[in-house]
């Protein structure tokens, strides 16, 4: 698939989702879960009950693979970029730790996404947090702004991974980092997962080699490039995914077949630095 087919895709996938909980309150598809309701998705991926009933409802869609705020170490006064902030539940849990003398700053390239962040802000009243439109790719965000760099399965999502990390390196102030969740690979995914649009959303097929990964954040200038947590992908959700039903559905897929892909996708944290 070429690079601008593929973010059309993604566009159009992620704005029928933000759609699709704006309607009704029915469990949402998720990009790492399934069609679980999206609490219990997110509490199998690290968010406690305290950090869920503390941001706005709406803003949590179960679409994340980890919890990086709760390893970001994020103080009062700090100002924090959130790389594909979705409805912004990682916004409002950072905002929260950076206080009203901090800044959170989320950028995202589905307007149907930016739009339901900020009305979540406007419900929970948060004055510390922004929502910008735009690409990884392209920074809406100026040179040496930001003190640490959060994001939440998303950059499997987008086919120039490096030019992100470079993007990331050039908005962070020197000594600033970066604390990433995401999916990576084990092992390379068989053609009829990496051909399947529905499989790329679902954040299977843009997926790359865990090395691959590390060695790209490395190669934008990164320092103490280190993997925080590895999980399995949960099979248990994945058999419940829409991307998954899709592929065993339209494609016939045998479950032995896919249970076989889960084995070759990871979760990870990783941290990165950027140098004084
Ligand atoms: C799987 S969702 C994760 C949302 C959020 N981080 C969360 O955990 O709830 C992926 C998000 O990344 C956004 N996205 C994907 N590719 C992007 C890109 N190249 N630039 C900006 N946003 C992107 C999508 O619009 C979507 O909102």
Known sequence: MKQEKIKK????????????????????????????????ISKSIGYTDEELKGVPEGANLGLG???????????QGEIVLDLGSGPGLDCFLAANKVGKTGKVVGV???PEMIEKARENARKGKYGNVEFRLGEIENLPV??????????????????????????????????????????????ELPDFIKNSVEAYIG???GAIMKDDYLNAIKAAGFREV???????????????????????????IPMEKLKDVA????SIKVQGIKPE
């Not at 693979?65 to 103080?75: D, E």
């Open 226 to 252: 280190k993997i925080i947590d590895e999980t399995s992908f949960p099979i248990e959700l994945m058999a419940s995914d829409s991307t998954a039903k899709a592929l065993i559905e339209e494609m016939k």
């Open 203 to 205: 954040c299977l097929s």
């Open 108 to 110: 995202d390239m589905t």
């Open 142 to 187: 100026a040179d040496n702004f930001v003190n640490a760099v959060i994001s939440n399965c998303v950059i499997n999502l987008v086919p120039d991974k490096e030019r992100v990390f470079r993007e990331t390196f050039r908005v962070l102030k020197p000594g600033g980092r970066l604390m990433i969740s995401d999916l990576v690979l084990l092992k």
């Open 9 to 40: 895709a993604v566009r159009e996938g992620y704005a029928k989702i933000a759609k699709k909980e704006a309607s009704c309150c029915s469990p949402v598809k998720s990009c790492c879960g399934g069609d679980n309701p999206s609490e219990s």
């Open 263 to 266: 084995r070759s996708v990871v």
């Open 65 to 75: 693979c980890g919890n990086p705020v709760a390893l970001a170490s994020l103080k």
